[in-house]
């Protein structure tokens, strides 16, 4: 199965949904500087998060993740 590694950091996962939810797990300046350059907020995905139903700051963030996280190979 294909596995996609976090922009940001080492953090790798099969589905793009559980990189962004570890992505706004992370606090620091890094993962939310990269956020900017993707025209997004850590403050206004945690937002829509918290005030919307349905997870819509990790669908937002997953759809973004699935064109910019890089695919990497599984380990043997
Ligand atoms: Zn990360």
Redesign the pocket.
């Known amino acids: 199965m294909a596995k996609y590694r976090?922009?940001?950091?080492?953090?790798i996962s099969s589905r793009h949904l559980d990189?962004a939810r570890?992505?706004l797990g992370?606090t620091d300046k890094k993962?939310k500087e990269w956020l900017k350059t993707q025209d997004l907020s850590y403050a206004k995905l945690i937002k829509m998060q918290v005030k919307e139903f349905g997870n819509k700051g990790y669908e937002a963030l997953a759809e973004v993740l699935k064109r910019e996280a890089p695919e990497v190979e599984d380990p043997k």
């Open positions: 976090c922009p940001m950091c080492r953090k990189l570890h992505y992370q993962h």
